[in-house]
């Protein structure tokens, strides 16, 4: 019996030894792993410095990465702003689709200068519609033109073509329906008319 009492207490003991080497080793890898996160977020916290800090060149401090700013801002534009492709069937008019892009072009671009907002604009048009825009503006390129010139371009070229005609006989057929009020017709006379 006490051959079994003094096996059991060596063998508790071995595993309270290795317990604690267990708990010395995750001690260990825990603080090798905060001493490497605390590296890295000083290398990242240099590197984020020394990219918002501005250069000095000639003893004035200039940003040298105004072009890259103004190019990010161009890219996130970019983004936000769906492609236009023209199709007078289905009511895809440059007039309807520049209203909904209207605030991203000229309020969130304000701080782009005027060419690179032609730029955004142009690169938004899909391939058919540059094709068509580039031969009617031509012998310039749609670059050389001014932003609020290029957008009365686009709007003329790129609108319904319906005659006068047209346009009345559209106006005679409308039909105030009997879940619109009011309110409502008025404004589809008015889209229409």
Not at 84 to 106: I, K, Q
Not at 129 to 150: M, Q
Not at 165 to 184: E, G, N, P, S, W
Request: glycine share 4%; charged share 30%.
């Amino acid at each position: 019996m006490e051959q079994l009492v003094e096996l059991l207490r060596l063998q508790l003991q071995a595993s309270e030894k290795r317990a604690d080497e267990r708990a010395a080793a995750k001690a260990k890898r825990e603080d090798i792993r905060k001493a490497e996160y605390e590296l890295m977020t000083r290398a990242l916290l240099a590197k984020i410095e020394a990219l918002s800090a501005p250069q000095t060149a000639g003893g004035s401090t200039t940003p040298v990465n105004a072009a890259s700013e103004k190019e990010l801002i161009m890219q996130s534009l970019s983004q936000r702003i769906a492609e236009f492709v023209f199709d007078p069937d289905m009511d895809v008019t440059f007039d309807n689709w520049y209203r909904r892009v209207e605030a991203t072009l000229t309020v969130d671009g304000a701080s782009l200068d005027e060419k690179s907002r032609v730029r955004l604009l142009v690169s938004k048009l899909h391939t058919t519609a540059f094709t068509r825009y580039g031969n009617h503006v031509l012998p310039r390129t749609p670059w050389e033109i001014g932003f609020d010139k290029s957008v009365k371009l686009l709007t003329e070229l790129f609108d319904k073509p319906l005659s006068l005609f047209h346009l009345r006989y559209q106006c005679l057929k409308l039909v105030k329906d009997d879940a619109d009020d009011m309110l409502t017709y008025t404004g589809i006379v008015n889209r229409h008319c």
